[in-house]
Nanobody, 116 residues
Framework: VQLQASGGGLVQAGGSLRLSCAAS????????MAWYLQAPGKERELVAIIDREGRSDYADSVKGRFTISRDFVKHVVYLQMNSLNPEDTGIYYCRADSIIPMNTYWGQGTQVTVSS
């Protein structure tokens, strides 16, 4: 299974970006899909997660600003990021948990830089 992330870039504070991550390969079903942020010099942290029922959860720091969604047919997860601030800067990784095989996969990461 491969995860291909895209949509990162450079944006000014207050701006918006939309990340996408598409899963491809041999699998049957995906449970959770999620986005993580690895800020410079910090550990990778969960930003948002969405399950196969469409239920989502967010880190406190992004609630009200970010929205996670997914296309259940195309196996794509999105992260709409609004009101970006410099603390949102870092590499965003997507994660998918396949059902068959039961495994966790990571995308290659996409860089987001928010300038003040």
């Amino acid at each position: 299974v491969q995860l291909q992330a895209s949509g990162g870039g450079l944006v000014q504070a207050g701006g918006s970006l939309r990340l996408s991550c598409a899963a491809s390969g041999r699998f049957v079903g995906i449970k959770d899909m999620a986005w993580y942020l690895q800020a410079p010099g910090k550990e990778r942290e969960l930003v948002a997660i969405i399950d196969r029922e469409g239920r989502s959860d967010y880190a406190d720091s992004v609630k009200g600003r970010f929205t996670i969604s997914r296309d259940f047919v195309k196996h794509v997860v999105y992260l709409q990021m609004n009101s970006l601030n410099p603390e949102d800067t870092g590499i965003y990784y997507c994660r998918a948990d396949s059902i068959i095989p039961m495994n966790t996969y990571w995308g290659q990461g996409t860089q987001v830089t928010v300038s003040s």
